[in-house]
């Protein structure tokens, strides 16, 4: 059941990571005008099931207003609110305060905060750590996102799956993380990854919905979009098997879907890959064009 709703605010940040699984960067377009968003929060309260709204990017402080006002409205409409950022403007605790402070009154209600060697590489005193602090001071719900660079993992006394290669570390390997942070990590054969790892994709309780009208089941995997069929419509008239790219997923992983749409060995494609994700992302970036409304947009694919 559909409980929860992602705005990707704004794909614009002042960041440019290299784990980010958009292709986010200061240079990228696309942000959610007040409007758009009022209309989205109206069909998320139309499904009678999405209690919680989330606002992340991108970097939302960027659209500060704009990240307050949906705030309010999302509040006022009763929902649940969170906030994902990176808390670039957190010059001390002190100033932090000026930042949160509003958003709490708007009716924030939790915060996630990215504070991690991708956005601040070894410094101690980030303004990620600044924000937490100032955070915990307000009385804001509050936790950090600290992903870690994917290491190889020795796995050789683990009895599951002895020897297979493994990674450790945060990321999951789509968007720009697929293309910057695979080098020199281990590969698994492309046919043993034949399960989604992270998405439920038939009975998905979360989406992420974009300024362009995707709606989101895993990042540039559309439902459908939002601006042609209304979200309460889209979410009720879901139909994961005979959708062309979760049919395949939910059948065998992305292997199925490799196999399905023909991007394999025998093809000319790689024959390993670092995870599922990887192997998922690779072959959908290769058949952006047989799925333009469902593969979209050039924002997660680093096409634009
Ligand atoms: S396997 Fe594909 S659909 Fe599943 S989480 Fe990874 S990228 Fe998303």
């Given amino acids: 059941m559909l ?36 209309t989205t929060l109206d069909e998320a309260g139309k499904t009678g099931t999405i209690n919680s709204v989330f606002f992340e990017g991108g970097e939302p402080f960027l659209y500060f207003p704009l990240l307050k006002e949906s705030l309010a409205l999302a509040k ?17 605790v002190n100033d932090a305060k000026l930042w949160l402070a509003p958003l709490q009154e708007a009716g924030l209600d939790f915060l996630s905060i990215s504070n991690d060697e991708f956005h601040y590489g070894d410094a101690g005193d980030t303004p990620a750590g600044k924000a937490l602090k100032a955070a915990e001071a307000l009385g804001i719900n509050t936790s950090p996102i600290c992903i870690d660079r994917p290491q190889p993992v020795d796995n050789s006394a683990v009895e599951k799956d002895k020897g297979a290669p493994v990674t450790g570390g945060g990321p999951r390997f789509r968007g720009r993380a697929a293309e910057k942070l695979v080098k020199g990590l281990p590969l698994r054969p492309w046919e043993s990854l034949n399960q989604c790892p992270d998405e439920d994709l038939t009975t998905p309780s979360r ?26 419509e889209l979410a009720a008239g879901y139909r994961p098997h005979s959708h062309p790219v979760v049919a395949p997923l939910v059948r065998g992983g992305p292997a199925e879907l490799a196999k399905e749409l023909g991007i394999t060995p ?16 690779t072959v959908r970036k290769a058949s952006l064009g047989r799925f333009p409304e469902l593969l979209a947009p050039a924002q997660v694919y680093g096409t634009g």
Avoid at 16 to 36: A, M, V
Avoid at 78 to 89: D, H, I, L, R, S
């Fill in 266 to 281: 025998d093809k000319g494609y790689a024959r390993g890959y670092v995870d599922e994700c990887h192997l998922c992302y």
């Fill in 3 to 38: 409980t929860g709703i992602h705005f990707l605010l704004t794909y614009t940040c002042n960041f440019e990571c290299d784990h980010c699984f958009l292709y986010c960067s200061p240079g990228t377009t696309g942000t959610f005008t007040l409007d758009q968003v009022n």
């Fill in 207 to 232: 989406v992420h919905v974009d300024p362009f009208g995707h709606v989101h089941l895993c990042q540039g995997i559309s439902m459908g979009n939002m601006w042609d069929t209304p979200l309460s």
């Fill in 76 to 92: 006022a409409a009763g929902f649940k609110t969170g906030v994902v950022t990176n808390a670039y403007p957190a010059t001390s």
